[in-house]
C-alpha cells in the first residue's frame, strides 16, 4: 500500500482556518487533480461529525501498538460509524 500524503502543510491549513466561517479558503489555481481533490477533501471534512479528529489518530495508533483495552469500544463503534457515513452503501447504489 502506497503512503498517504497530507492533504495540506502545517502553512495551508493555517491559512484556511484563518479564514471566517462560511468562506472557503482559496487553492492556487495551479493545484490540479487528485492533490486539489485531496485538500478539498480535508476541509470539507474539518470540524464536521462525520470527520476526524487528531484524537481518533492518536487512539488508532494507541491501537496498533496495543496500547488500547476493551475501554474504547464507544470510540470504536463512532470512528466506524464516520467511516461508514463517508462511504456509498455496500449494496443497491
Not at 492518536?58 to 461508514?84: K, M, V
Request: hydrophobic share 40%; aromatic share 10%.
Amino acid at each position: 500500500m502506497s503512503e498517504i500524503q497530507p492533504a495540506m502543510t502545517a502553512e495551508q491549513w493555517a491559512m484556511a482556518l484563518a479564514c471566517p466561517p462560511g468562506v472557503i479558503y482559496g487553492f492556487n489555481q495551479r493545484d490540479e487533480g487528485v492533490m486539489l481533490t485531496h485538500r478539498m477533501a480535508a476541509m470539507c471534512l474539518y470540524g464536521q461529525p462525520f470527520g476526524f479528529t487528531q484524537e481518533d489518530v492518536e487512539l488508532l495508533r494507541d491501537w496498533r501498538n496495543g496500547a488500547i483495552g476493551p475501554g474504547h469500544a464507544e470510540w470504536n463503534r463512532s470512528l466506524i460509524d464516520r467511516i461508514a457515513a463517508l462511504l456509498p452503501p455496500e449494496k443497491g447504489y
